[in-house]
């Protein structure tokens, strides 16, 4: 016999639980109808096309997708490795005294306002870029990745700025993924010979589903950050290779233009963009639930699977 | 108070009525550019002194939102620094008037490590400079214009708006004036596919990377130079004179084109002949309804419009906005007349 109050909870959390679907696909409706008119005009020549002039009334998503995207995942080449490589160093190598010291650092990264990350990066981050680049060899300079003048906003900054702001987001969630990974998988290692190394191999081996899961964490958060990477990405509408070109980014662009945004079409056109990401992140998070999914499968006892939380956009 | 004015009432009666209703507050909403928002709200704040049972509340959205949530009736008011368009008119509910309140401008800011001589520019030049088709600093075409001034062989790093803004409004309005190519190419609008260079956010983005970046050149509103102390460029105006954007010199922008004012305000005094005249000036207009429903809030605004036409023009030079001229105000104290206000 089921009791009232065990009804009464089900069905109130349950409640709870549907807000949070309707809510998503609120989003996703509202962003769909405010931007009907781009999408009944460029349909998905949209996601294609590279030209974004508001005088002529033409808009392309592209370089913005490109510049989220090569921004991003550059972000997470730099980021990933030195996540794993701080949360490995906390969770298996550092004194238990100093712990809680790195731990609380790491924190205090993540907690700083985006917008202080903005200045860092104007003030510190790109005259450093910038002397980077000018030392750069001109055989390198020569080739698609690191050609233009070198101003220092453009590409690299961003990336870098992202892969900063990624970092404890990252470290922390693969450093409790590595704390859940149980005792017994090292002693066993330990046992059987194995090395330091080897043993964290093996832990690291036996979290991989958390750790995939902590960096997809990383790239959510990357996608949707606007404040600091449109202080140093240079804002320039157009896709390139090249790590010193001036680009732009999906958020940085709905940052800029939506409060003077004169005609409907326009408006249309970066909430359609803003529809973009929205898809962009609801894909990329799925898939990677996917992928988390599909390797915690064979090993039904598997370490805690870290949900990556789909970040806002904004 | 609401009890006072109870026993007031009860106690004297009807008389006191009629005071208590003229005493009553009157709050106005109104939204819209950012530019003029400094001169706005010493405006509003020392018309409250005046009238304190007059609240204006001013949010500084930006011009398009501005536009925006006048004609959807969001806000009672609006002000923008780009006039309405045709298109925009049309999709009003009612008949919107322009009304130019001060006068701002655009200056050419560079970064030139060594230089310490102020350049001239043409129109021309800065058009091609912002093309990418002027691409190092000691070209013949910027040589020319500045004798004796020794220009290195650098890269020119164009910087522009990456906001759309009514700074670049009034910026490339005043290309598109001077250059046919920028006109076909890039346009006018609050923000252009722009050809080349970097863009910074808000005019402190661009001075930010302005002054970080030897060899760049980008443009802010004089407000944003003069409070803050950057040093800008001459620009040659109509009349062939190189003129440096001050207070004065817009002004006499703005006199110049009051003589062929049109009778709705929306004018571009960018390139205006005369002498003395900085080219690269603008009005700020305030948006108005022609026929608002609540007369109260209107004949209360129009008073204040007078008020700001008047006295209020002494506030502006100290904010480095540039008054009215004499002429303007006059045309605007007979425009305000089509106000409904009962």
Not at chain 1, 126 to 153: C, H, N
Not at chain 1, 224 to 240: D, F, K, L
Not at chain 2, 140 to 161: M, Q, S
Request: proline residues 5%.
């Amino acid at each position: 016999m089921k009791r009232p109050e065990n009804l009464a909870f089900r069905l109130g959390t349950g409640l709870f639980g549907l807000v949070l679907v309707l809510l998503v696909a609120a989003i996703g409706v509202e962003l769909f109808r405010q931007s009907t008119l781009s999408i009944q005009k460029f349909g998905f020549s949209f996601w294609r096309t590279e030209v974004w002039d508001p005088v002529a009334g033409e808009f392309g998503a592209f370089p913005f997708i490109w510049g989220t995207l090569y921004s991003s995942i550059l972000a997470l080449l730099i980021a990933a490795p030195i996540s794993l490589g701080i949360a490995v160093f906390i969770s298996e190598l550092t004194p238990n005294r100093l712990k809680p010291v790195l731990v609380f650092l790491t924190e205090l990264l993540a907690a700083i306002p985006s917008i202080v990350y903005g200045l860092w990066g104007i003030f510190v981050l790109v005259p450093a870029v910038r002397a980077l680049e000018t030392s750069l060899p001109q055989s390198l300079r020569a080739s698609p990745f690191f050609s233009g003048p070198p101003i220092g906003l453009g590409m690299l900054a961003a990336a870098l700025i992202l892969a900063v702001m990624v970092i404890p987001f990252t470290s922390s969630v693969a450093r409790e993924v590595l704390k859940a990974v149980p005792v017994t998988q090292r002693e066993g290692a330990y046992a059987l010979g194995a090395t330091r190394f080897e043993a964290i191999s093996a832990a690291l081996y036996y979290a991989r589903t958390g750790i995939v899961g902590a960096i997809m964490l990383g790239f959510g958060r990357a996608l949707g950050e606007t404040m600091a990477v449109t202080m140093v990405i240079g804002n320039s509408a157009r896709a390139s290779w090249s790590l010193l070109a001036p680009q732009h980014t999906m958020a940085a662009v709905l940052a800029n233009e939506f409060s003077e945004a004169d005609t409907t079409l326009y408006l249309n056109a970066l909430i359609e963009i803003g529809l973009v990401l929205f898809v962009m992140t609801l894909v990329i998070n799925s898939l990677s639930r996917l992928l988390i999914w599909s390797m915690a499968r064979p090993m039904q006892a598997a370490a805690p699977a870290v949900v990556p939380a789909a970040e806002s956009a904004a | 108070m609401k009890t006072v004015k109870t026993i007031a009432i009860a106690a004297i009666g009807a008389a006191t009525l009629v005071a208590g209703a003229a005493a009553q507050k009157v709050q106005i909403q109104g939204a819209g550019a950012t530019f003029p928002n400094p001169i706005y709200q010493k405006w509003f704040s020392e018309y409250n002194k005046l009238h304190p049972n007059v609240e204006i509340n001013y949010q500084s959205l930006g011009s398009g939102a501005g536009i925006r949530q006048l004609t959807a009736g969001t806000v009672f008011f609006g002000a923008s620094d780009g006039p309405m368009t045709n298109d925009q008119l049309l999709a009003a509910p009612g008949k919107v008037l322009h009304l130019p309140t001060v006068l701002g401008a655009d200056v050419p800011v560079y970064n030139l490590p060594g230089v310490t001589a102020e350049l001239k520019f043409t129109g021309p030049v800065l058009a091609d400079i912002f093309l990418g088709k002027i691409t190092r600093w000691n070209d013949a075409a910027i040589t020319k214009l500045n004798p004796g001034v020794n220009l290195p062989g650098t890269d020119i790093t164009v910087v522009h708006r990456s906001d759309s803004s009514g700074t670049t409004y009034i910026w490339v309005d005043y290309l598109a004036k001077v250059s046919p190519e920028w006109k076909m190419k890039a346009g006018v609008a609050t923000n252009v596919n722009w050809p080349t260079g970097v863009g910074g956010n808000k005019n402190e983005g661009v001075a930010g990377i302005v002054t970080q970046t030897a060899g760049s050149i980008g443009y802010v509103e004089l407000v944003y130079a003069l409070q803050n102390k950057i040093a800008y460029g001459y620009v040659q105006n109509m009349a062939g004179e190189f003129m440096k954007a001050t207070v004065d010199s817009v002004t006499a922008a703005a006199g110049a084109a009051a003589g062929k004012m049109p009778a709705d305000f929306r004018v571009s005094i960018t390139n205006a002949p005369g002498k003395g005249a900085y080219p690269i000036s603008s009005f700020t207009w305030l948006l108005v309804y022609e026929n608002a429903k609540d007369k109260t809030q209107a004949k209360t605004l129009v008073d204040f419009i007078k008020w700001a036409l008047t006295d209020g023009q002494k506030f502006a030079g100290g904010l480095g906005y540039a008054p009215l001229p004499e002429e303007v105000v006059k045309l605007e104290m007979a425009a305000l007349g089509k106000i409904k206000v009962s």
